[in-house]
Every structure is written in C-alpha cells, then in structure tokens.
C-alpha cells in the first residue's frame, strides 16, 4: 500500500508507532520497522542525550530500517538539553522525528539542513495549519479518542480527519482510536495517509513493559478511560485505576482552586512504577479508548500484517462488493 506517508518516510506500510513515555524504547521501535512500519523512540524518556544516543545505536543493531525519534517540547521552566538531545537525533543518523508540545519551529532548520523529515503532532486543525505553515513535512492528526493528551476542543476523528483533509496541503497520520484494518481504511477515507497507533502497540509482546499493563488494555473495554487534569487545562486520558479516582475526587473537591502541586503524587514520576514494575495503582497512565478494541498481545509482525491483511480485504471485497451493486 503506497501513501503519501510511506514514500514521504520510506516504509512500506502507512503505520506509525507513536512516542510513549517508558513504552518507546528500542526493543518496540526496531519490532515495528522491521515488521514495515515506523517505529519511535521516545526521546525524553531517555534521562540525558548521551543515552539518547545509546538507545538510537541499540535500535540501529536491532534493523536496518528507518525509525524515528519523538521529542516533546514541554511548557517547563527548567527545560530538559534540547540541543543535546537534537544533536544525538542528527549524529544518531535518525532521519525522522515526531515532534509533540510546543511549537518545534526553531528546531526545524537544524534538522531539515540534516535531511530529517518532521512530524508534528496536532489535536486540532489550526495547530495542523501552524505546523504546516511553519515547515512541518507530515502532521498526526489526533482525535478526541487518543491516549494522552487530545488537547482542549474536544473534536472525535469522524470530524477531525476530514477537516484536516480541507485544510491540509501536508500529508497527515490518524491518531487516536487506531487498532486495526477498519482504523487504517476508515482513516484513509476520512483524508489521512495512513494511522498512528500507540496504546495498541503497547499490547504486543515486544512492548518493553510490565505484562500487568498488557493484561490491563487487553481487559478493558471502550468505557475504562477517563479525562484528568481538565481544570488545569492539560487534559489526559487515562485507564481507569484508584489513583485515577482519587485525583478526580481532589479536582471535584477543589474546583478552579486546584494546582498541579495538588495532584503531584497521582501524576509525577509514576512510569516507572507503572511500566517497569507493574504496579497498577502507582499513578494515571495514558491510555486510549481504542483499549476497547484490544482482545489480544500479539507480536509486532502479526499485529500489522493482519491490519494490512484485514485492510486489504475490506477494500477489494466488502467496500468494492458495495460499489459493484
């Protein structure tokens, strides 16, 4: 299947592993390229750029395919080393980068004068049209449904994409409710060049985390999710868990008193805990409400050949069977 996305990245299928905190490492990203998507490693979730460099060399000895980078400009005032960090993408030989947060423009020159191709992560249209305006070469375009952040406007895909589509001159990925053939083929008709999936490919057997966490998507259903930090005007959806609770009893008691120190155990430096050591209730965790079409963790190579297969067959034989009435 030829895009925009797999000429403009050089893959061979239109599927896109997105940046996940203490979910992108190597191990994932090499499995998905491998398999002929795009697979992304996490930047920020490696401590300093020399790491950064350490697991970009990993990847390289784990494919020789291309694989991204994802780097998160964060509204913080202490600011992690983003010219290391850039430096150890550009050095690494990483070719595409998935930016995410702030706006990437003053980083844009630096990597396109070193060949690498951006794809800037939006949740709405006129954040697409910045990235576009500013030299992005591709945008995700993610929908009300996403894990993480879905940003403040509240727009599902089925409106999103296609306002996209108007808009766009770029190419643009799906993000957000992505897990399967009917994702690819419905983000297709919809205006995108193919599908970003994060939570999705957390459940596969190459996810370097916790098979707690796993067993956790595979369980839940499309109900399971829910909005935190709304008050703050940093929106999260996450699984469903006690810590989840609780922060939303303190942002029910608190109202518009709330400040992020007050929610700091349910939020700061839970990843770890949670990924690593499995420990479900730690903190909230990003999570899509796609975790209600997860029924299985299978490696990386049978989860996109059967999205491809899946896909293959409902355009040739339902869609065209439709047509040919």
């Not at 403009?8 to 599927?15: R, T």
């Not at 595409?96 to 191709?117: F, M, R, S």
């Not at 609770?245 to 109202?255: C, F, N, Q, S």
Request: aromatic share 4%; with cysteine.
């Amino acid at each position: 299947m030829k895009t925009r996305i797999t000429e403009l990245f050089g893959i061979q299928h239109p599927i896109i592993q997105g940046g996940m905190h203490y979910v992108g490492f190597a191990e994932l990203a090499a499995a998905v390229s491998n398999a002929g998507g795009l697979g992304i490693i996490t930047g920020l979730t490696q401590r300093t750029p020399q790491l950064l460099a350490n697991e970009i060399r990993r990847c390289r000895e784990m494919t020789d395919k291309p694989f991204g980078v994802n780097l998160t400009f964060l509204p913080v005032l202490s600011a992690p080393d983003y010219p290391g960090y850039v430096k150890a993408i550009v050095d690494g030989g990483v070719k595409i980068v998935e930016t995410a947060g702030n706006n990437p423009q003053k980083w844009l020159p630096g990597l396109h004068e070193a060949g690498v191709k951006v794809i800037h992560k939006c949740t709405s249209v006129r954040h697409s049209l910045k990235a576009e305006g500013i030299g992005c070469d591709a945008v995700s375009v993610d929908g009300f449904e996403c894990g993480g952040h879905p940003g403040e406007d509240d727009i599902p895909n089925f409106i999103l994409l296609p306002r996209a589509a108007e808009e766009l001159k770029i190419p643009f990925v799906a993000s957000g409710g992505m897990a399967d053939g009917r994702s690819l083929v419905a983000a297709l008709a919809l205006g995108a060049e193919g599908m970003n999936m994060g939570t999705r490919f957390m459940a596969t057997t190459e996810a370097p985390i916790h098979d707690n966490v796993k067993q956790a998507l595979v369980a839940a259903s499309e109900l399971d999710t829910r909005l935190v930090m709304r008050p703050l005007r940093n929106t999260e959806r996450v699984l469903r868990n006690a810590a989840t609770d609780a922060l939303l009893v303190k942002e029910r008691t608190l109202g518009a008193a709330i400040k992020f120190e007050d929610i700091i155990e349910q939020v700061a430096g839970v990843y770890p805990k949670i990924m690593k050591e499995g420990a479900m209730d730690a903190g909230v965790w990003s999570c899509g409400m796609v975790a209600g079409l997860i029924r299985d963790i299978p490696s990386c190579k049978q989860l996109i050949e059967r999205i491809m297969a899946e896909a293959e067959a409902i355009i040739h034989q339902r869609l065209a069977g439709f047509a040919a009435r």
